[in-house]
Nanobody
Framework: QVQLVESGGGLVQAGGSLRLSCAASGNVGSIYAMGWARQAPGKQRELVATITRARGAIPNYADSVRGRFTISLDNAKNTVYLQMNSLKPEDTAVYYC?????????????WGQGTQVTVSS
């Protein structure tokens, strides 16, 4: 099992910045990629950024956040970060950390409990 604990959410004005952190613990050796998703009220969960644990991995971003958000991974700390700049009111959502795992045969995703990000106009 893996536990994911997010932190760093809050209230910010449009144009501001926030940095989210997600620390993984437990059987972290099974995790090969980590990322962030968000869910706004009445909308489906949207994957916003992902990165693998491989050295030199190139992150992937949703079009809605590319150029404003940056995902990074500290493998030594088993922690993934999401730096969010130039925030917009439409970025308001609960942000969830996820970790994709595999044991070579089976796979799946772990999810954190979520952290609220609210961007005021």
């Amino acid at each position: 099992q893996v536990q994911l604990v997010e932190s760093g959410g809050g209230l910010v004005q449009a144009g501001g910045s926030l940095r989210l952190s997600c620390a993984a613990s437990g059987n972290v050796g099974s995790i090969y990629a980590m990322g962030w998703a968000r869910q706004a009220p009445g909308k489906q969960r949207e994957l916003v950024a992902t990165i693998t644990r491989a050295r030199g991995a190139i992150p992937n971003y949703a079009d809605s956040v590319r150029g404003r958000f940056t995902i990074s991974l500290d493998n030594a700390k088993n922690t993934v970060y999401l730096q969010m700049n130039s925030l917009k009111p439409e970025d308001t959502a609960v942000y969830y950390c996820n970790g994709d795992w595999t044991d070579g045969t089976f796979g799946g995703s772990y999810w954190g409990q979520g952290t609220q990000v609210t961007v005021s106009s």
